[in-house]
């Protein structure tokens, strides 16, 4: 195998696959490699380590044919470090050679044959719109579980609704729910579960206006957006039952601007340390924000808001606060309460679209 390319575009394609590349070794050592596939100028690179695997394809100066397996993090730092202009990459008797400017490099390879053979994108793509998808998944995503042992937890659920298509994500402390209208990817009820951390690679793939394909199939997904494809494994199970959670009535309402609140959040939090809660107490006289760590200090703040139902005092945990009001749309959003002890509901007036729940946390 023999080609060159343009050190940035090349970088570009090592780094986007490498993303997919096993990090934790185990039985297959051959997955710490990036795959590279060469036809005429076609080249393709493939990172995997067996749940999730990325593809990326390039044109490129192409003179030999070939596939090769080379240490992924090893190419990726050699072709990043040289100067920048034509690349020239060459494998042959086992070893790769890469040469650019005065710098020549030689790396060994690991056995292609021994790279697991990986599915390819099976059934009728579907488009999604990028732009509406990338905002959801952002606003979904931070609410999944990244504890392996509770596996539903860490997916996202998709689920088709008649609106349009429902994404909803939890890890049990806080709920995160965002509908895209007139998106029709699924069948009449059925929903899939795909791994959140599949998801999170896929919003820094998209592009503003990108489109993206999505492919079903019966163990997997595959989403492909521009020369690159990304392909997941589906978790499989049954998600909980989220709509259980979320309140029938709230009869407390604040109404608070959206960029206010979040930045107070941020300056009480720093006296919330040690995992204490940042306190919301909620009046018709506005809101007050205090945070308080024994032996550490007190922070308090006030922040105009329209309050509507009974002075109320509840805590939240700072983080998944803060990463509600982030990722809410808006100018202005709504906490509805209950009580101190059931879960809270953020909102967006101008976009109903969107929910955010929060279980409070208990305080003496």
Same mark, same amino acid.
């Given at each position: 195998m023999k080609f060159r390319c343009e050190r940035e575009v090349l970088v570009d394609a090592l780094n986007t696959a490498g993303r997919a590349v096993s990090s934790r070794g185990g039985s297959l050592p051959v997955l710490a490699g990036l795959r590279l596939e060469l036809n005429g100028d076609q080249l393709v690179i493939t990172g995997s380590d067996l749940d999730l695997t990325v593809t990326v394809s390039l044109e490129v100066a192409g003179t030999t044919d070939g596939v090769s397996v080379v240490p992924a993090?090893?190419?990726?730092?050699?072709?990043?470090?040289?100067e920048p202009g034509a690349v020239q990459l060459?494998?042959?008797a086992g070893d790769a050679q890469i040469s650019a400017g005065r710098s020549q490099f030689s790396l060994r390879t690991i056995p292609a044959d021994e790279y697991p053979q990986l599915s390819d994108v099976v059934g009728e793509g579907v488009s999604i719109d990028g732009t509406a998808l990338v905002t959801a998944l952002r606003q979904v995503v931070p609410a999944a579980s990244s504890d392996d042992s509770r596996p539903i937890l860490t997916g996202v659920?998709?689920?088709?609704?008649?609106a349009g298509l429902r994404l909803v994500a939890t890890d049990s402390?806080?709920?995160?729910?965002?509908?895209?209208?007139?998106t029709t990817v699924l069948e009449d009820d059925k929903t899939i579960l795909v791994p959140s951390r599949a998801l999170n690679e896929l919003s820094r793939l998209i592009d503003d206006?990108?489109?993206?394909?999505l492919h079903l199939g019966e163990r997997d997904a595959s989403f492909v957006v521009g020369e690159v494809r990304l392909t997941t494994r589906l978790i499989e199970g049954d998600f909980p039952n989220? %709509?259980? $959670?979320?309140?029938?009535?709230? !009869?407390n309402k604040l109404t608070v601007d959206r960029v206010a609140l979040l930045d107070a959040v941020?300056?009480? %939090?720093? $006296?919330?340390?040690?995992?204490? !809660?940042?306190?919301?107490?909620?009046?018709?006289?506005?809101?007050?924000?205090?945070?308080?760590?024994q032996d550490v200090g007190q922070a308090e703040e006030s922040v105009d808001a329209d309050y509507e139902g009974t002075d109320l005092t509840v805590a939240f945990n700072a983080d998944y606060l803060s990463v509600g009001l982030d990722v809410a749309p808006g100018e202005t959003v709504t906490l509805e309460t209950v009580d101190a002890l059931k879960p809270a509901l953020l909102r967006s007036p101008e976009f109903p679209e969107f929910l955010y729940l929060l279980m409070p946390v208990r305080v003496s």
């Open positions: 993090k090893l190419l990726s730092d050699v072709v990043r470090a040289v060459e494998v042959d659920l998709m689920a088709a609704e008649q402390y806080r709920l995160s729910v965002r509908d895209l209208p007139g206006d990108a489109e993206v394909v989220y %709509r259980g $959670l979320i309140p029938d009535s709230n !009869p941020k300056r009480v %939090r720093l $006296l919330a340390q040690e995992a204490t !809660p940042v306190r919301l107490s909620m009046s018709g006289d506005g809101l007050e924000l205090v945070a308080m760590t």
